[in-house]
Every structure is written in structure tokens, then in C-alpha cells.
């Protein structure tokens, strides 16, 4: 107990937590403090206990990047006591700790906003925009860092997906094109690193872009193992990562990174962000469109996600199970996306209901996959000759809005994934995986005729039940 030091404010912050959660604070400070008693004396007083930026180094250097210790503690220090200290002290007190974890973990964006500015910058006052920027690389970095030290990614890990280094960076911009001026104005590319923003506004867009609170809460929960086993009542932390199955084994390296995972899953209706499975990988399953609709065709809602030649990456989300229906089919709940070289999600405009499109094997409608606009001026369209696809958007598509999301209007493809999001029903893993031969005799013919029979491996993989990670 701290006795004549508790403060009305200081108890009100501390009333915000059950006795459980109080219990785990206090242990964290005092393992942080180093010592379970008062401290040495100093004049014949007790000293009560604080915690150093050197302990907290000492203490977080592998869960957490020094970059990132360096900026809690920042937020740590500038929680003012009032008449507590003439002069602001170099070490954390225990009410500024609570304090610290009562804002960032309970509060709104008002009570958060003050410590973000000073993890932002140490000095008070308006900050630059390439602040802001270098502050929220920082926290996507150790997002990602601290769920992969804990062995939090559920199955995905740092060797099966892309560098997560350009997806940091391509988060970051994504999450900063939403500050606006306080005249209303997005500040865009240099304008944007140059601008100065205020307190208000940074408050703004704390509370219009949920990353930076759902990110921050994480980071200390994990980082500081605080909490961390309490049951959380918010869905977004929870499910900020899916598992991942159906990859284990495969020697695959996603065209996914850890930050654009998280990114797309949080755009997937809040039922289908527990769980993607791999359905199709081209690197795994071979470069052939009856190889692609065999995996993919009757498997729920699915996430497919392409590389062009040139590197850019690009996909959608198809909210309902591909079916060979010659007519198009999906609702507005589709949306198309950018990976690389940027991020960026493109949901419906509600101009039209052309959200997803597959044929196979007709002579008088197009034979492929395709995704918002038109026949022949698709947002995103597989041919069924694989290889070959487009992304036409002049000046965009009238169905997701959405740019050319290739480098080149009509794109050569080098790699393509496809995901199951959320659970898949038992009738459809039975028949989704003999439903293209069912439906296609002439693909059926073919593979008879270069001797390969309706088992085929290729075609007809048992459905894994892989348990990668928890």
C-alpha cells in the first residue's frame, strides 16, 4: 500500500482495474522496481520504490525493441502528479506507472492522447508529420516483434512470410493518410511528413484510425507480460491475428507479410477473422486454372492474393464460395486490395453488383476469375489461359473504386495464393473438392486422357487439420 501517497485521481485510475488485474500490475512493478520493499532509506525515510529507463531496458530489451522502450517511458514520465515534484523526475513512479496503464489500456482517446504525444515527441508542443510517421513504424515494428518473441502469430511466422520491413513501412503510410489538417484536409506524400499537427488533431485521428489504440494495448500487454492472461473483451485484439493452417510443411513463403495480414483481416466481417487456411499456393499446387478452381471452387469465402511479374501485389476478398455460375455472384461485402507497393483496401462503390465473376470451359462467355467493373474490364482478372490477367481501372473501377492495382494494365502473373477466411462447413470441404470435375466433363476428359484419374493428388489433397500454433 502507499498510504498517505494515493492520490483521489490516483485511485480513481486504479479503481479501473479488477482485483486480478491490480494483483498483475502491482507484480510488474515491483519486478520492474527491482525490490519488494521500500526501498533503501535515505535521512532516516523510506524511499518508495521507482522504476529507471535503465531498468526498463534491463528488464523489456528482448520482448520489446529499445526504440520502443524508449518511447513508454517517455509516455511513462509525462504523467504529471500534481504537487507530487517540483521538476519532472527521471524515474517512474508507481502512481505514473498505474496511471500510464489506466490511460493506454482503459482509456478513450482523450486520456491517451497526451502520453502519445510525448512518446511522439519528447518536447510538448505541435509535431511533424514524419514524427508521427517514424512513431508509428516504431509501433508497428514492435507489434510485430513482441507477437513473434511470445509466440503469439499462430502459426504464421517471420520465415513464411515476406520481409516484413516494406509491410511496416506500407502500414504505416496507410494509417497516416487518414490525419487530416485542422481545416479538414488529408496532407498527402512530402506535404504530409512536413505538416505540423496539434494535440487536437492527433487526438482526432487516434480515434478514427483503431490500429494505434488496438497496436499500443499489445505491445504493453505482451511486452510487459501484463494482463496479457486476463481475458480481453475486445474482439479486435483478440483476433488481430488468424491462424494459419494448411501451410505447415509446404515450404512456402507467403506473398503476405505479418503487418498486411493484420491489416486485410481487419476489413474481413468480424465472424471470419479467427482462421485462414491455404487453399491454393501456384508455388505448391502448380501454375493451371483447373488446379486453381479445383482447390478453390464451393470452399467458403476466400482471400486470393497475386504477384505480377513486375512485383507488385495485389487481390480480393470473395464474401461468398466460388461457384462456375457464368453469371456474376459475391455481395458488398467483396472488396479488392494493394499490398505492395502500397496497402490499401477498396470496398464497394454500390454502383453496381459485379463483385465476383468465374467460368470454365464455355464457348460464349469469358473463361476465367475476375472481380469488379466488366467483362473484359475487370478491377482484377485471372484469364483461365494462367499466366495472363488484368487490372483495368481508367480512371477507376466502378465497382470497389479501386486503381490498376498491377504495374501494367494487362500483367503477367508470378505467384498466386488463395485463403479460406473463417470456418469452412463440413459439406463444403466434402464437396468442394470434386465439384470442378463434376461440372467440367471436359476437364474431367483431360485428365483421363493424359492418364490421371479423378484422384489425383494434385486435385483431390486430403483436407489438412494442422494445428499451427494455438
Known amino acids: 500500500k502507499m498510504g498517505n501517497a494515493e492520490s483521489n485521481v490516483y485511485q480513481n485510475h486504479l479503481s479501473r ?8 500490475i502491482d507484480g510488474v512493478f515491483d519486478t520492474l522496481s527491482g525490490s519488494s520493499g521500500t526501498g533503501r532509506a535515505k535521512n532516516g525515510k523510506a524511499m518508495k520504490k521507482t522504476v ?13 525493441p529499445e526504440q520502443m522502450i524508449v518511447r513508454l ?24 506507472f498505474v496511471i500510464f496503464m489506466s490511460n493506454l489500456l482503459k482509456g478513450n482517446a482523450e486520456e491517451k492522447i497526451t502520453i502519445i504525444m510525448r512518446m511522439i515527441s519528447k518536447t510538448e508542443g505541435p509535431v511533424k508529420g514524419k514524427q508521427i510517421q517514424e512513431f508509428t513504424e516504431h ?35 496507410q494509417l497516416l493518410s487518414e490525419l487530416k489538417l485542422a481545416d479538414g484536409k488529408k496532407p498527402v506524400d512530402h506535404q504530409l511528413l512536413e505538416a505540423t499537427f496539434d494535440q487536437n488533431v492527433i487526438e482526432d485521428w487516434v480515434y478514427r484510425v483503431p490500429q494505434i489504440s488496438t497496436f499500443l494495448s499489445v505491445v504493453i500487454r505482451q511486452g510487459f507480460r501484463v494482463l496479457h492472461s486476463i481475458p480481453d ?10 491462424s494459419c493452417k494448411g501451410a505447415r510443411g509446404r515450404g512456402l513463403t507467403s506473398l503476405f507479410d505479418i503487418p498486411s495480414i493484420i491489416y486485410i483481416n481487419s476489413h474481413l466481417p468480424s465472424e471470419l477473422q479467427h482462421k485462414w487456411r491455404l487453399l491454393f499456393s501456384s508455388r505448391v499446387h502448380g501454375e493451371s486454372f483447373s488446379q ?27 464474401s461468398r464460395p466460388w461457384e462456375a455460375l457464368f453469371l456474376f455472384a459475391g455481395d458488398n461485402k467483396c472488396f479488392l486490395f494493394s499490398v505492395f507497393p502500397s496497402l490499401a483496401v477498396y470496398t464497394c462503390t454500390g454502383y453496381n453488383d459485379h463483385y465476383m465473376y468465374l467460368n470454365h470451359g464455355q464457348q460464349t462467355m469469358p473463361n476465367g476469375l475476375g472481380m469488379g467493373g466488366q467483362h473484359d474490364y ?35 502473373l508470378d505467384a498466386m495464393e488463395v485463403w479460406a477466411v473463417g470456418d469452412i462447413a463440413e459439406s463444403a470441404v466434402v464437396s468442394g473438392n470434386n465439384i470442378i470435375l463434376d461440372v467440367d466433363p471436359e476437364a474431367q476428359a483431360l485428365l483421363e486422357m493424359i492418364g490421371k484419374t479423378r484422384q489425383s493428388e494434385g486435385l483431390r489433397e486430403p483436407v489438412e487439420d494442422d494445428d499451427d500454433g494455438n
Not at 507477437?147 to 502500414?171: C, F, H, I, P, Q
Not at 473483451?233 to 488468424?242: E, R, T
Open 17 to 24: 482495474f479488477i482485483p486480478e488485474e491490480q494483483a498483475d
Open 52 to 64: 529507471s529507463l535503465a531498468a526498463l531496458q534491463a528488464s523489456k530489451s528482448e520482448p520489446l
Open 73 to 96: 517511458y517517455n509516455g511513462m514520465k509525462s504523467i504529471d502528479l500534481t504537487g507530487k515534484s517540483s521538476g519532472p523526475s527521471e524515474q517512474i513512479a508507481k502512481e505514473q
Open 139 to 173: 509501433l508497428i515494428t514492435s507489434l510485430v516483434h513482441v507477437l513473434n518473441y511470445r509466440k503469439e502469430l499462430k502459426g504464421w511466422n517471420l520465415e513464411n512470410t515476406r520481409d516484413y520491413a516494406s509491410g511496416v513501412k506500407a502500414l504505416a503510410s
Open 233 to 242: 473483451q475486445a474482439k479486435d485484439v483478440v483476433n488481430l491475428v488468424p
Open 292 to 318: 486453381l478452381c479445383g482447390h478453390i471452387v464451393n470452399k467458403g469465402s476466400c482471400i486470393m492474393i497475386l504477384k505480377d511479374s513486375d512485383g507488385f501485389i495485389f487481390g480480393g476478398f470473395a
Open 378 to 412: 475487370f478491377g482484377l482478372w485471372i484469364d483461365s489461359d494462367y499466366g495472363k490477367g488484368h487490372s483495368k481501372a481508367k480512371p477507376r473501377c466502378t465497382t470497389y473504386n479501386s486503381p490498376q492495382l498491377s504495374a501494367k494494365e494487362n500483367f503477367t
